[in-house]
């Protein structure tokens, strides 16, 4: 008897790439340290004092990117579209800045209090409510020898930090170094406040009457931890570090949290 015909054998099944399996293992790793990435960053810190002066030393160390924050960006790097959503829905932080110079008489006259803190070098800070900051900005507006020499500003979110230069690059001895005003801002929400970690340069070519040259001289130098209220303003007056012409350099920082057209929310 034949056999019949167009029979088969059944097929085996085509074994599947592992590569599959790897792609899987490998987004869920990467769903793990996302995870972790976002509970360390939305738990809340213990709270320090209101204000306290840094050393560039310092600055440099809390802004230096070590493993931990290296590792971090990788991860939010390659999750970008895992995490948009929530970075969306984190505060937005607009930072306005004034550098200002007065002469030795509009300091005096500017109104403000007894500081919060003073440094070794002759450093004053003042940490001002809304109303406050408002009310010495309409007093400056009105005093003679007060000038505006920048006002830039800079947003971000809330525990991500501000890095700008506005000014330029120059080469002096063989280093590139920023002249100009250069902010470096990080600003983190705290219980409807604004915890903001400052380190502020101003720099400026002027011709030295003793060496008949250009040097490069540091009008202001601020490094600092400040904790604000939102839409308040943090002052610093340069203290010793005059220009050669008795001119004092000023600081005014003001962070308020916005919403995504940049109008002002409450925290």
């Not at 600092?224 to 943090?234: A, D, K, Q, S, T």
Request: proline letters at 7%; hydrophobic letters at 45%; glycine letters at 8%.
């Amino acid at each position: 008897m034949e056999s019949e015909a167009g029979l088969s054998e059944p097929v085996s099944p085509i074994p599947k790439s592992g590569r599959y399996g790897k792609r899987r293992f490998a987004v869920a790793i990467l769903g793990v340290l996302l995870l972790v990435v976002i509970l360390f960053s939305t738990l809340p810190s213990r709270p320090g004092p209101p204000f306290v002066w840094l050393t560039q030393e310092e600055m440099a160390r809390l802004t230096h990117a070590g493993p931990l924050a290296q590792l971090k960006d990788k991860v939010i790097s390659l999750t970008a579209p895992l995490w948009r959503r929530y970075w969306n829905t984190r505060p937005q932080i607009l930072i306005d800045s004034r550098l200002l110079t007065l002469s030795a008489k509009a300091a005096d006259q500017s109104g403000l209090g007894a500081p919060v803190a003073a440094s070794h070098d002759g450093m004053r800070a003042w940490a001002l409510s809304p109303t406050e900051l408002s009310d010495l900005l309409q007093r400056l507006k009105t005093t003679p020898e007060v000038s505006l020499a920048s006002r830039p500003r800079a947003q971000t979110a809330s525990g991500t930090s501000a890095r700008t230069l506005f000014g330029t690059i120059a080469v002096v001895a063989g280093k590139s170094v920023p002249v100009g005003l250069t902010l470096d801002l990080s600003p983190r929400v705290r219980s409807g406040s604004i915890q903001l970690l400052v380190g502020v340069t101003s720099t400026e070519w002027v011709v030295s009457p003793s060496v008949s040259a250009a040097v490069l001289r540091t009008n202001l130098a601020v490094a600092c931890h400040v904790l604000l209220p939102n839409g308040g303003g943090l002052v610093v007056s340069g203290g010793n570090k005059r220009g050669f012409r008795g001119t004092n350099h000023w600081l005014i920082l003001s962070p308020t949290a916005v919403d995504a057209r940049g109008q002002p929310i409450k925290l």
